[in-house]
């Protein structure tokens, strides 16, 4: 089984998961803060994610996916959408996206005040 490696400014998590798996439900039972407004039906890009290593292992890209990855931000080559994103044979390395980050904070209140009194969100530049 892969293994998946989220990596984010805030927490760095792994998690091994089934060939086939969305990266958002790998992120989901990792505990990876990957955002999904629409509940990852690919109606929004709120689960932008970056793909560092295995890129070329995972599920092409539809064009659906490549239509709703035109509205995310900083959207860069190796860019995919997590909840349309299905895992291969090899591990991978993925980043979670600003976007991601921000709008899963926006989805878990409770985590982004906890967050804020630790002085940890917002994000500092």
């Given at each position: ?49 970056w ?16 239509d ?41 209140p ?16």
């Amino acid at each position: 089984m892969p293994k998946v490696h989220f990596k984010s400014p805030l927490d760095d998590v792994t998690v091994e998961v089934s060939t086939g798996t969305t990266l958002l439900d790998a992120a989901e039972k990792a505990g990876a803060q990957v955002g999904h407004s629409c509940g990852g039906v690919c109606a929004c890009s709120t689960c932008h994610i970056w793909v560092r290593k295995g890129l070329e292992s995972l599920s092409e890209q539809t064009d659906q996916e490549m239509d709703r990855l035109d509205m995310g931000f900083d959207v860069r080559p190796y860019s995919r959408l997590s909840c349309q994103t299905e895992l291969g044979n090899e591990d991978i390395l993925v980043e979670i996206t600003e976007e991601s980050l921000t709008a899963f904070m926006d989805e878990n209140p409770a985590v982004r005040r906890r967050l804020e009194s630790e002085g940890k969100w917002p994000l500092k530049k």
